[in-house]
């Protein structure tokens, strides 16, 4: 397998379960040459 494949794999394993587990908040993708060498969890929580 490639390692840019194995990259996308990775990186979209961690996304789904990075959202899986949030309910309010972002995730932001950091891409360098065609790689994604970093991922940001903003995550909120509500008070009510």
């Given at each position: 397998m490639s390692t840019r494949k194995e990259?996308?794999?990775?990186?979209l394993e961690s996304v789904?379960?990075?959202v899986s587990q949030?309910?309010?908040g972002s995730i932001t993708l950091v891409v360098q040459d065609n790689?994604?060498?970093q991922i940001e969890k903003n995550e909120k929580i509500r008070l009510k």
């Open positions: 990259n996308i794999d990775q990186t789904k379960k990075m949030m309910q309010y790689y994604v060498v």
